[in-house]
């Protein structure tokens, strides 16, 4: 089955860039979410679509942003960069259609800044 | 506001063991979710299970079982006769039902479970 795949795997970074970080959800799932979970600690939501629509937003930093595109995929900015912001990046996707279903994870793109 | 508390932060047993892990929320919602995900040492976070509030039917998968009791806001989780392969952290979740959507999820810090042979 086909499930949530994440791009790239793994990036370094310098502090003050930028990085983009991308999701392609589950075919027919209309909810993207975006994780991070940094060394050790469990993951805090940072923000969510819901058919291209912002749905609700958590702990993200104002140096991040994300959107959902019309193929329902979705990619998370992140510009001036800091070393805190050294974390493993996940993406879930679910479906609201019947009751909805669980978030399947993605396996993650672990992002270093340096 | 919703939280979920895992009082052990770290388990170690013996490979054929039993193990239970612990979970208790909180939540003034009438209408919620309850998850299990586990996240081996490679890192990716695997759906375990999904219970909502109107099920307190324990459930048994194989090795693993369940027990929801919303008397005390709980939500453990035990393995049967463990193997190496069940080390790793295991996360409890939460989620309040917003029209379907359960992917907004209130985390437990984990609990890192190690099954030496």
């Known amino acids: 089955a086909a499930g949530v795949i994440q791009s790239p795997r793994h990036l370094i970074k310098e502090k003050r860039e930028t990085a983009t970080l991308k999701c392609y959800p589950i075919?027919?799932?209309?909810?993207v979410y975006w994780y991070q979970q940094g060394p050790g600690q469990d993951p805090q939501f940072l923000i969510s679509f819901y058919e291209k629509m912002q749905s609700d937003k958590g702990s993200i930093p104002d140096r991040f942003s994300a959107q959902q595109f019309s193929d329902y995929h979705s990619e998370l900015n992140m510009s001036s960069l800091e070393l805190g912001d050294s974390a493993l990046y996940f993406c879930?996707?679910?479906?609201?259609?019947?009751?909805?279903?669980?978030?399947?994870f993605g396996q993650g793109t672990r992002l270093t800044v340096v | 506001a919703q939280k979920v508390t895992q009082a052990q932060t770290e388990i170690s047993v013996v490979e054929k063991e039993d193990v239970t892990l612990d979970c208790v929320y909180e939540t003034r919602d009438t209408t919620y979710y309850l998850f299990w995900y586990k996240q081996p040492p490679s890192g990716e976070l695997v759906f375990l299970i999904r219970r909502n509030s109107f099920d307190e039917q324990n459930e048994i998968s194989g090795r693993y079982s369940w027990n929801f009791q919303k008397s005390t806001s709980s939500f453990n989780f035990t393995i049967t006769a463990s193997q190496v392969v069940d080390s790793a952290v295991y996360f409890c979740?939460?989620?309040?039902?917003?029209?379907?959507?359960?992917?907004?999820?209130?985390f437990g810090k984990g609990t890192k479970l190690s099954v030496k042979p």
């Open positions: 979740a939460l989620s309040v039902d917003y029209g379907g959507s359960q992917g907004n999820l209130i």
């Open positions: 879930a996707s679910s479906s609201k259609g019947a009751g909805g279903t669980e978030a399947f």
């Open positions: 075919p027919r799932h209309d909810t």
